[in-house]
C-alpha cells in the first residue's frame, strides 16, 4: 500500500494529501480535547459521527448555495475535501450566551441576544486564540476586507440554516464556529467553507430540557459524549443502519465501526 503525506494533523482531524488534484482526505480522529488540549480523552466511533455529521450538513449547505470544501465522504472516517488554505479565524457565530462569552462579559447563561453575534478569534494556540476585532484583521492581513464580507455574509446564512435545520430536531443551536479556507485551485477564488460542523463545534441543547448534547459534555464532566452525539445523530436518522435497527445492542457496536 502507498504511505499517504500527511499535510498536517490537529486535535481532532488529520489532512492527508488527495487522491485526485488539489484535494485533501480529512481524517476524522477519536480523540477530544478542551481547554486549548489541557483536557484529552478518546471517545470509540466519536470520528466516525463527526464524519458523518459534517458530510451532512455540509450537503444541506451545498443545496442552498453555501460553497464549501465537501468532495465526497469516502469511508467511514474520512472525506474527500477541497484542498485550501486555511484562513487562521476561528469565526464564532451565538445566538444565546453561554461559554466564553458569559465568562468574559458577565453575561447571564441562557441569554438570548437580539442578533446573532459573530465574533473573530485569531488562531493561535501559542496565544490561546484571543477575541479579535476587524481592525486587527485587517491590519495584520489574516483576511482581506472582499474576504472578511464574504465570511460575514456565509456565517450568517449557514447560522439561519443550521438553526432552522436543529429546531426541526427539538435542537436549539446555541452557537458555534467556522473556519474558511482559500481554495488552492485558483479557479476557484473565492472563500469557501472549510473544517468540520459537527457537535465538537457547535453548542446544541435539547429544547425540552436544556439538556446539553454537545462537546460541553465532555468540557463540563456533566455526561457521556458518545450519547450525547448519538442523541443528535438519532434525531437526524444519521446512525449508520447496521446498528441503529438494534438499539441495546447499539453501545457495543455502533463505535466499532470503520
Ligand atoms: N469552539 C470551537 N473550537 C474552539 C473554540 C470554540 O469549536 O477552539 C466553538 C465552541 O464549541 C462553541 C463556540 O465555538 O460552540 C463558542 O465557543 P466559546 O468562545 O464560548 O469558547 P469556550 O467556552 O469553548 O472556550
Same mark, same amino acid.
Given at each position: 500500500m502507498v504511505k499517504r503525506q500527511k499535510i498536517y494533523e490537529g486535535k481532532a482531524k488529520v489532512l492527508y494529501r488527495g487522491t485526485e488534484p488539489f484535494t485533501f482526505i480529512q481524517h476524522f480522529k477519536d480523540d477530544v480535547t478542551a481547554f486549548n488540549a489541557e483536557k484529552k480523552d478518546t471517545y470509540e466511533g466519536k470520528g466516525v459521527l463527526n464524519n458523518i455529521f459534517s458530510e451532512f450538513f455540509m450537503k444541506g449547505l451545498s443545496e442552498i448555495? %453555501? /460553497?464549501?470544501?465537501?468532495?465526497?465522504? %469516502? /469511508?467511514m472516517r474520512e472525506q474527500l475535501v477541497m484542498a485550501c488554505e486555511i484562513i487562521p479565524l476561528e469565526v464564532v457565530v451565538r445566538n444565546i450566551s453561554t461559554g466564553s462569552i458569559s465568562k468574559r462579559l458577565g453575561i447571564k447563561e441562557g441569554h438570548v441576544f437580539s442578533r446573532p453575534i459573530l465574533e473573530f478569534y485569531y488562531k493561535d494556540d501559542k496565544l490561546n486564540d484571543p477575541l479579535v476585532n476587524e481592525d486587527h484583521i485587517l491590519e495584520f492581513e489574516w483576511a482581506t476586507v472582499q474576504e472578511l464580507e464574504e465570511i460575514s455574509s456565509i456565517a450568517f446564512r449557514v447560522n439561519d440554516f443550521l438553526s432552522g435545520l436543529f429546531f426541526g430536531a427539538? %435542537?436549539?443551536?446555541?452557537d458555534f464556529k467556522l473556519e474558511f479556507g482559500r481554495p488552492l485551485?485558483?479557479? =476557484?477564488s473565492k472563500v469557501i467553507l472549510a473544517d468540520e460542523i459537527s457537535p465538537d463545534s457547535c453548542r446544541l441543547w435539547?429544547?425540552? /430540557? =436544556?439538556k446539553r448534547l454537545d462537546k460541553d459534555v465532555f468540557r463540563l464532566d456533566i455526561g457521556n459524549i458518545s450519547e450525547a452525539y448519538e442523541e443528535v445523530a438519532q434525531r437526524f436518522n444519521l446512525l449508520p443502519k447496521r446498528v441503529s435497527v438494534q438499539n441495546n445492542k447499539m453501545k457495543n457496536n455502533i463505535f466499532s465501526l470503520e
Open positions: 448555495g %453555501i /460553497n464549501n470544501h465537501l468532495i465526497r465522504r %469516502i /469511508n427539538e %435542537i436549539v443551536l446555541v485551485d485558483k479557479s =476557484n435539547d429544547k425540552k /430540557n =436544556n
